[in-house]
């Protein structure tokens, strides 16, 4: 196999858990039997920085555990019936999987055969860019002839016919839009848009899971918005969330956290899908109980906030709602209101939200027993009362003023009592 001159270089090739596992594989300098591959390559292409290193190699599964049993690495047979096995190197983990070839694909899953063919492995991957393969020595080979111009281009462009790769696995549909939000430059793939409008109706197919993963990872993007955009405009959207999606909301919030360095997914599809019931889509996506209770609360307006509110109706809705919430949904309510006007209250509660923290409430149930109120029903409704007395007065009253204002209460002759 033919190699380009070096083309990438950078600290991660010389990771010593890399090294071994390399040279634990490796056959001769002009017929390697392992390379890295994919996200790795591709990223350090474009000098950014390189997260998980996977590794394709000509040796079947058995011959790689083989191998670095032999060299005294750690082996995890994560996934044999599909070639692949992980090696674990100073708690590193690297995936390795044999060369493949698809014999069969259904729009979820292929049949693959092992093949010791560095082009036919380059084949059946989805886009051209992640289809690079390189070195120790930072050695880029680009089977396709294309991936690297494309890479540096910004052209997320599928291998072959857009059509049929994403009929051989409907995720790349996702996939496609995922990639244009995170390496994309200019309108991008007119031809692979039009094959994932066409497609979009197998989305239906697809488990939440996988959707899910794809959805949060496209809107973790810098600026996600045109894609959204993209997919709105080509009916993709509708498929992915029906019901509706407020676009333009979404690309104001991502101007808002990109002011103030924040990047966060289920925020941005709260705002997404701002004032809709969300609880379907968060079935559909198979959220976590967290992130679908929060996308839930965010995404639902609250008409206890108000742009007229005054610091000291603020700082009472931060303590009911806790600070995450209330700022969220000040993000949210500020990406609603376009004109600069409309968005300074909205910017003045965001900074309270982080520059004031609720204090706790310095009361509890047996400062009341201790004052002579029997155990049960009374004493968590007078402590309620107490509670909302410190609120209204923004906080204010410390410990003993609250014991005075219980005193006075009890010795109040009309009390009533639960």
């Not at 000098?47 to 790689?64: F, H, K, M, N």
């Not at 239906?204 to 993963?213: F, K, V």
Request: glycine share 10%; aromatic share 6%; net charge negative.
């Amino acid at each position: 196999m033919k190699s380009s001159v070096s083309v990438v270089e950078g600290a991660w090739l010389a990771d010593d858990g890399l090294r071994a596992v390399l040279h634990a594989l490796d056959g001769d300098a002009e017929a390697p039997n392992a390379l890295i591959v994919g996200g790795a390559v591709r990223d350090a292409v474009l000098g950014r920085s390189v997260g998980d290193i996977d590794i394709a190699t000509r040796l079947e599964p058995a011959t790689v555990s083989e191998r670095l049993a032999d060299a005294g690495i750690k082996t995890v047979p994560t996934g044999l019936a599909h070639g692949t096995v992980t090696a674990v190197v100073g708690g590193r983990a690297f995936e390795i999987t044999t060369l493949r070839k698809d014999v069969e694909t259904d729009g979820r899953r292929a049949k693959v055969a092992f093949t010791d063919d560095w082009a036919a492995d380059a084949a059946r991957r989805d886009f051209t860019m992640n289809a690079l393969y390189c070195d120790l020595n930072g050695r880029v080979v680009d089977p396709t002839g294309e991936g690297l111009d494309d890479a540096r281009a910004g052209r997320v462009r599928f291998i072959g016919r857009a059509e049929e790769r994403i009929a051989e696995d409907y995720l790349r549909l996702l996939r496609f839009f995922r990639f244009r939000a995170h390496y994309g430059r200019g309108d991008g793939d007119v031809e692979a848009l039009a094959a994932c409008a066409r497609a979009a109706p197998e989305l239906a197919r697809l488990s939440g899971e996988r959707l899910r993963q794809e959805t949060l990872r496209l809107l973790a993007a810098p600026d996600p918005g045109p894609t959204i955009r993209a997919m709105a405009d080509a009916g993709v959207l509708e498929h992915l969330m029906p019901g509706g999606a407020d676009v333009e909301r979404l690309a104001r919030l991502v101007g808002i956290e990109t002011r103030l360095g924040e990047n966060d997914p289920i925020r941005r599809l709260a705002a997404l899908r701002f004032g809709f019931d969300n609880r379907a889509l968060a079935e559909r996506l198979r959220l976590s109980n967290a992130e679908r209770d929060r996308l839930i609360a965010i995404g639902a307006p609250d008409n206890r906030l108000r742009a007229d509110m005054d610091a000291k109706d603020a700082r009472a809705l931060i303590h009911a709602l806790g600070a995450q919430r209330f700022r969220d949904l000040v993000m949210v309510y500020e990406a609603g209101a376009p004109e600069k006007a409309g968005q300074e209250p909205w910017r003045k509660f965001c900074a309270l939200s982080e520059s004031w923290e609720a204090p706790e409430f310095p009361l509890r149930g047996a400062d009341l027993v201790k004052a002579g109120i029997a155990p049960g029903k009374e004493v968590g409704a007078l402590l309620q009362d107490l509670e909302t007395w410190w609120i209204d007065r923004d906080f204010v009253p410390d410990r003993e003023a609250l014991l005075g204002e219980l005193r006075r209460r009890l010795a109040d002759p009309g009390r009533s009592r639960a």
